[in-house]
């Protein structure tokens, strides 16, 4: 039991799934009951298959059930089968697009941007939840970050304090009232992204100077993109674009790597 609360995922299981039955029974966030099982579904099998197709000794789904929460949560489509396809490319890049011994992109991340670029009929959920719940999450995934700081997950506070800052001088260089960056700020998707995307410790720098300069890196870029360039996933994009950057950062400043657990070759998947 003391192993399962050690474990961070567990806790980001429970916070999406919770948000999940919120949108089903209580707010509707736009998540469909069929497009999140077929997400869920076909990340989790997706591990399977490659699992056993790379010989891993033991077959681990939680982060797949993260990935397939995050993309329930984040990821709207005109049909099923493409938040299906979104769990296969997902996890699917965990495997196959690597690099020193480790996946490159965030996989819910890439798989948002594949699909935003090559198909027509998906977009990304606004994520307005209202106060209430958006308060709440704020507050249980803060306290995630606490209970496990070890997890290197700083990288959140890191960038909400840089988008923050990006948006607010922006309000104040136009002349607009601070309601308008506060308002902003108060988006669902922007907590997800920063709590279970940016902050994915498998695919962030390893020294806290490198995180701190990524973070920032990504809420510059993602600024430019969505008010210069009228990119509305700007930092969806933003972090994809510089995901390849996270390998430099370690070379040039180095430390201890992140393992979720060892596996077989000192590769975790």
Known sequence: MRAWWSDARHFQIVALSSLLAINFVWIDFGAKPLHSALAICSAVATQIVFSRIFGLPKIDLRSAFITGLSLSLLLRADAAWL????????????????????????????????????????????????????FASLLAFFAILVLHAAQRSDIALFFLGSHAALLVARAAWLGDPMAIPLH?????????????????????????LG??????????????????????????????????VVFLLNKLIPAKRFEWTPTRQGVSR
């Open 83 to 134: 938040p299906a396809i979104a769990g296969v490319i997902a996890i699917g890049s965990k495997f196959l697009l690597r690099l020193d011994g480790r996946h490159i992109w965030n996989p819910a991340g890439l798989a948002i941007v594949v699909l935003l670029f090559t198909s027509n009929g998906v977009w990304i959920s606004p994520g307005q939840w209202g106060s209430g719940v958006w």
């Open 184 to 208: 902003q700020l108060q988006s669902g998707s922007l907590l997800i992204f920063a709590f279970f995307m940016i902050s994915d410790p498998k695919t962030t720098p390893d020294s806290r």
């Open 211 to 244: 995180r701190f300069a990524f973070a920032l890196t990504v809420a510059v870029l993602g600024h430019y993109l969505a008010f210069f360039m009228q990119m509305r996933p700007a930092l969806y994009v933003a972090l994809i674009a510089l995901s390849p």
